[in-house]
């Protein structure tokens, strides 16, 4: 037994053995700590104090023991990973020859080639490999740490969904048997001096209009204000094969359906003014005149300029040229951008929906509460149907053939037979007889800073459509001086119309005048004589 005990060791020796002499120190619990504790080399002595052979030290705090594991797990990493590296080196000799490798050795070659330059960007007395390990590792860490708050508050707006109203719209039925909606502003029929019907632009309804006009305004200037839906927008059916000459022929049969049977004039914002140029094209005999507020021409129109195509799409951001290009040459893919934006059914920014980069006073507009209730509400409207395809035909016309060009709406009379003086007189006076075409006004606004549809859209529409009159409105955008500005209102509809007479006076019976004697005893003649006749002919 004793030889057993002997030869055996205790835990405190066998522990002793394991440690040796690393300096890791050990306080001794209960009463042994000063017998037992020997065994290790060293004894405790005092709280916070420790007996070595070296002398008496301080006990090791938590911090430099944390220090201490955290630098022992580097070196382990470090071990890690060379012999990961060492394994790999050796899995991968003989590697060249395999197939994959073959396979790959000729493109790879390729890229090596092509992207060779960038490793003069990097130190010379550095592998490249190695560089470009390291760069990757870092940027895979940045990108993430690029995202996360830098610590300031940032207001979290929770996503709504679009509240579709029930339906308000007046309706009418066409002759194909469409139902066609629009909403009536201003004076009625019978006591309007003038009837202007608006087109409204894409994702947009019936009742934006003129955001924000006064019912006050109108009467003061005898207007009649009248709105619908295109067809598949709102409460409108859509059209089966809608191009711009079918859309001047709905606004022609809402006209008719309406009692309006005077000229009327006709008003395009946007897009919408794709559709007032349609009407003048189409059915120029019904329109009194155009008035258009940074209306939207075909950017792949071939009577533009490589410089005005330049400036236009300049000015456009990436995604907006991109969805341009999209509807000229992949239409089949709108309905599938349409459904991630605007026909989700959630409420989203302007700017998003639209790829639009705004002005200063655009910006500061379309972030008020009034135009934030007005847009929530124009475009739950515009999307009721849910369905992406009227919204790919508005997409689609923008970007297509019209069927007609801006220079056939007003063109110079040409003179026939080889007359000299006709000829030179064709060319220095500028008289209305002397163009065909429409000859009523075109007015068009433009703001100056409009980043939506730019200034030199407009430009190139006037330049094809001589008789057209511009009102560039310097620091103006795309929607500042349209939408609820009620001195900009009185300012269109004064050079519109001139002074404010009011509505017509309404005419009762009381009113209409009575015949006279003479225009009585006529019309007794006329009927006896036509009696006469018809007993001859018995």
């Known amino acids: 037994m004793s030889l057993v005990g002997e030869g055996s060791m205790t835990w405190q020796?066998?522990?002793?053995?394991?440690?040796?002499?690393?300096?890791?120190?050990?306080?001794?619990?209960?009463?042994?700590a000063e017998g037992n504790a020997a065994d290790l080399n060293g004894s405790v002595v005092g709280e916070g104090?420790?007996?070595?052979?070296?002398?008496?030290?301080?006990?090791?705090?938590?911090?430099?023991?944390?220090?201490?594991?955290?630098?022992?797990?580097?070196?382990m990493m470090q071990d890690f990973g060379r012999g990961c590296r060492d394994i790999l080196q050796q899995s991968?000799?003989?590697?060249?020859?395999?197939?994959v490798a073959r396979r790959l050795r000729g493109p790879w070659g390729v890229v090596s080639r092509r992207l060779g330059f960038l490793n003069d960007y990097l130190p010379e007395d550095r592998d490249p490999i190695h560089s470009w390990l390291v760069i990757i590792c870092v940027f895979l860490v940045a990108l993430p740490a690029l995202n996360v708050n830098s610590g300031h508050i940032v207001q979290v707006q929770l996503t709504k969904k679009l509240y579709i109203h029930p339906p308000s719209a007046s309706l009418i039925q066409l002759p194909d048997g469409r139902v066609m909606a629009y909403q009536e502003q201003g004076v009625s029929v019978e006591r309007a001096r003038f009837t202007m019907i608006s087109p409204h632009?894409?994702?947009?309804?019936?009742?934006?209009?003129?955001?924000?006009?006064?019912?006050?305004?109108?009467?003061?200037?005898?207007?009649?204000?009248?709105?619908?839906?295109?067809?598949?927008?709102?409460?409108?059916?859509?059209?089966?094969?809608?191009?711009?000459?079918?859309?001047?022929?709905?606004?022609?049969?809402?006209?008719?359906?309406?009692?309006?049977?005077?000229?009327?004039?006709v008003l395009g914002y946007s897009g919408g003014g794709m559709h007032?140029?349609?009407?003048?094209?189409?059915?120029?005999?019904?329109?009194?005149?155009?008035?258009?507020?940074?209306?939207?021409?075909?950017?792949?129109?071939?009577?533009?300029?490589?410089?005005?195509?330049?400036?236009?799409?300049?000015?456009?951001?990436?995604?907006?040229?991109?969805?341009?290009?999209?509807?000229?040459?992949?239409?089949s893919l709108l309905p599938y951008f349409y459904r991630q934006s605007f026909l989700s059914g959630m409420q989203g920014q302007l700017e998003k929906w639209l790829s639009l980069s705004l002005g200063k006073k655009d910006k500061a507009l379309?972030?008020?509460?009034?135009?934030?209730?007005?847009?929530?509400?124009?475009?739950a409207e515009s999307i009721r149907q849910n369905d992406p395809k009227p919204f790919v035909e508005e997409a689609v016309l923008q970007v297509s053939n019209w069927g007609f060009s801006l220079a056939d709406l007003q063109a110079r009379k040409k003179h026939e037979g080889k007359n000299l003086l006709l000829w030179l007189k064709s060319i220095y006076t500028q008289e209305d007889g002397e163009w065909t075409g429409f000859l009523g006004p075109i007015h068009i606004w433009q703001g100056m800073d409009d980043r939506?549809?730019?200034?030199?859209?407009?430009?190139?529409?006037?330049?094809?459509?001589?008789?057209?009159?511009?009102?560039?409105?310097?620091?103006?955008?795309?929607?500042?001086?349209?939408?609820?500005?009620?001195?900009?209102?009185?300012?269109?509809?004064?050079?519109?119309?001139?002074?404010?007479?009011?509505?017509l006076a309404a005419i009762s019976d009381n009113d209409l005048p009575s015949p006279s004697s003479e225009e009585l005893f006529e019309d007794d003649l006329t009927s006896e004589n036509s009696s006469q006749n018809l007993d001859s002919q018995v």
């Open 452 to 503: 939506v549809v730019p200034p030199y859209m407009t430009e190139f529409s006037r330049r094809l459509i001589p008789g057209a009159t511009v009102h560039r409105l310097p620091a103006e955008g795309h929607f500042s001086y349209y939408c609820f500005c009620d001195d900009c209102h009185k300012q269109i509809f004064s050079t519109l119309f001139g002074i404010p007479q009011g509505p």
């Open 366 to 379: 379309t972030d008020g509460h009034i135009f934030q209730e007005f847009w929530e509400r124009d475009v």
């Open 201 to 265: 632009s894409f994702l947009s309804s019936r009742l934006a209009g003129i955001p924000g006009i006064k019912e006050s305004l109108l009467k003061d200037f005898g207007v009649r204000f009248i709105t619908y839906d295109l067809p598949g927008f709102g409460e409108s059916a859509p059209h089966p094969c809608r191009n711009l000459n079918s859309s001047a022929h709905d606004m022609l049969q809402l006209a008719n359906a309406l009692g309006i049977m005077d000229k009327f004039w």
């Open 276 to 331: 007032a140029l349609a009407a003048v094209r189409y059915i120029p005999d019904r329109i009194a005149g155009v008035a258009m507020f940074a209306p939207i021409t075909n950017p792949y129109d071939s009577r533009m300029t490589k410089e005005e195509k330049n400036k236009i799409w300049e000015k456009w951001t990436a995604k907006r040229k991109f969805m341009f290009i999209v509807a000229k040459r992949f239409p």
């Open 13 to 32: 020796e066998e522990l002793a053995s394991l440690v040796g002499e690393s300096g890791v120190q050990y306080s001794a619990i209960g009463g042994e």
């Open 49 to 75: 104090y420790y007996r070595h052979e070296d002398g008496i030290v301080p006990e090791e705090s938590m911090k430099d023991q944390l220090k201490g594991f955290l630098k022992a797990s580097v070196e």
């Open 92 to 99: 991968l000799t003989g590697v060249e020859d395999s197939y």
